[in-house]
């Protein structure tokens, strides 16, 4: 079981990017699906989650800038990001059940490992 981020890159403050995750020996529709950044030296952050069922959640720094999506059919979870912020430069993780606890977004269980991630930088 696996899941590939891929999309990341260089992009000017206010810009977008999309990233897209692939899983591949599981389907994402049995799953919440979420995205987690980390910087480093900083412990990781989640992001966004999109629910089984259809709901999404995002952390406070994000919200209204970023979007979660999933096209079950190709098996793949996007995340579309706007009006990007030098803050919002990391590496980019997607995982699978994610849940959230209180106020945060984690992980519920290790489904895959982390993977290399994407590597998101805003310059300013």
């Known amino acids: 079981v696996q899941l590939q981020a891929s999309g990341g890159g260089l992009v000017q403050a206010g810009g977008s990017l999309n990233l897209s995750c692939a899983a591949s020996g599981f389907t994402v529709d049995r799953y919440n699906m979420g995205w987690f950044r980390q910087v480093p030296g900083k412990e990781r952050e989640g992001v966004s989650c999109s629910s089984s069922s259809g709901r999404s959640y995002y952390v406070d720094s994000v919200k209204g800038r970023f979007t979660i999506s999933r096209d079950n059919a190709k098996n793949t979870v996007y995340l579309k990001m706007n009006s990007l912020k030098p803050e919002d430069t990391a590496r980019y993780y997607c995982?699978?059940?994610?849940?959230?606890?209180?106020?945060?977004?984690?992980?519920?269980?290790?489904?895959?490992?982390w993977g290399q991630g994407t590597l998101v930088t805003v310059s300013s």
């Open positions: 995982a699978a059940d994610c849940t959230l606890r209180g106020d945060t977004i984690v992980r519920a269980h290790a489904i895959t490992d």
